[in-house]
């Protein structure tokens, strides 16, 4: 038998098979929603990887670590705000 019986001797199925697999790694990679490629969602891919926080928020950190006062928080709100 030579490669003319190829397609008549049932070789055409693992092509087909082979399609199969691959399409159904390709969902189970990227259409759940588990895993999901920096390029998908580019807000929020950076939102999760601890992107800048706001200056509000990095005084009330350092706020709460106790590296300024009280009085020092409420001015630097205070200057922040306005």
Avoid at 23 to 35: A, D, K, P, S, T
Avoid at 54 to 66: N, P, V
């Amino acid at each position: 038998m030579g490669p003319q019986y190829f397609w008549l001797s049932g070789m055409w199925i693992f092509p087909i098979l082979f399609l199969i697999v691959m399409l159904i790694i390709v969902y189970l990679v990227f259409g759940r929603g588990g895993f999901r490629p920096p390029w998908h969602d580019s807000s929020n891919y950076y939102s999760e990887s601890g992107g800048s926080d706001t200056a509000f928020e990095i005084l009330k950190k350092r706020y709460a670590k106790g590296d300024i006062t009280k009085e020092e928080y409420e001015q630097i709100k205070k200057d922040l705000l306005n």
